[in-house]
């Protein structure tokens, strides 16, 4: 086993760093896709819009939605602004989804639209399943 050594003397001070940069500018600096960062924003704020109104949302909304606002957002970018990144056509991937509930932890969004569907289906059928119901067992 080895043995450690006691330090001798007064502990050397940390050197500081020269140039400080704000918490604003360090996040400016590591995007490139200013539209990207402007779709993500938006649909954070349709997001909370709808779950205040209790309408319910799904994952395959978002990725329907998302591509349109990067049009949109794009072509309000300064050429000279534009990123080799915002030239690209966006695609709201899955993994783009994924990646965008857990930076704005969003955790009630379904990943699919089809239970939804499978729901609306149901409450669609119900009313009549429910008369024939109270019909036969009165």
């Known amino acids: 086993m080895p043995k450690h050594k006691p ?3 007064p502990i050397p001070p940390v ?13 400016t600096s590591q995007v490139s896709d200013i539209p ?10 349709w997001v909370e819009d709808m779950n205040q109104k209790h309408v319910p949302i ?23 602004k534009a990123s080799t990144s915002s030239k690209k056509s966006f695609k709201a991937s899955a993994g783009w989804l994924n990646s965008f509930r857990k930076h704005f932890n ?4 379904r990943f699919t ?3 939804a ?3 609306e289906a149901a409450a669609r059928v119900f009313p009549e399943e429910f008369r024939k119901l109270i019909k036969e067992n009165g």
């Not at 990207?36 to 704020?45: G, M, T």
């Not at 969003?106 to 969004?109: A, F, M, R, V």
């Open 36 to 45: 990207l960062v402007k779709v993500e924003k938006a649909l954070n704020i």
């Open 117 to 119: 569907t499978v729901e």
């Open 7 to 9: 330090t001798s003397g």
């Open 58 to 80: 799904d994952g395959n909304m978002l990725r329907e939605k998302a591509p349109s606002l990067y049009d949109q957002f794009k072509s309000e970018v300064p050429e000279a």
């Open 106 to 109: 969003l955790k009630n969004i």
């Open 15 to 27: 050197k500081k760093q020269h140039s400080v940069m704000t918490l604003e500018e360090k996040v």
């Open 113 to 115: 639209g089809e239970s």
